[in-house]
């Protein structure tokens, strides 16, 4: 279900993008051990693929795990291209273009010294 979610918004953008780019590849492949892999690419340079594999994750329980990328050319002209993982830790995407956060605040030098303390002086339970 979630590579089916993946792969109709990636086509719905297509679609949004440009409703008169013509399809130059577009390939689809399912695999006999539930994953599959897919490829397109349009004559405006959008292109996308992914793989997706069933894999172990417990001792009865397996997950989806979808890797893959895609690419566009924005007005600018300038291209843009992401990569990303969908599995049992969420969707993880990557790219130049996404906002980031902001550095983490360093711990203050009163917290750190209690963290110090707590650590060399652990808690024992008393009878």
Same mark, same amino acid.
């Given at each position: ?13 297509? !679609?949004?993008?440009?409703? $008169? ?13 539930? /994953?599959?892999?897919?490829? !397109?690419?349009? $004559?405006? /340079? ?13 001792? $009865? ?13 924005? @007005? ?22 996404? @906002? ?16 110090? !303390? ?10």
């Amino acid at each position: 279900m979630k590579s089916f979610i993946v792969a109709a918004c990636i086509v719905a953008c297509v !679609y949004a993008l440009d409703q $008169d780019a013509q399809v130059l590849r577009s390939v689809y492949e399912p695999n006999s051990a539930g /994953g599959f892999q897919y490829a !397109y690419e349009t $004559d405006n /340079g959008i292109q996308a693929q992914a793989d997706a594999v069933l894999k172990s994750v417990g001792k $009865d329980e397996v997950a989806l795990e979808i890797t893959g990328s895609n690419s566009y050319t924005n @007005p600018d002209g300038e291209v843009v291209s992401s990569t990303y993982v969908a599995n049992e830790n969420g969707f993880q995407v990557q790219g130049s273009h996404l @906002p980031t956060p902001p550095p983490p605040e360093p711990i203050p030098e009163y917290i750190q010294r209690a963290l110090e !303390y707590i650590a060399a002086h652990p808690y024992t339970e008393k009878n």
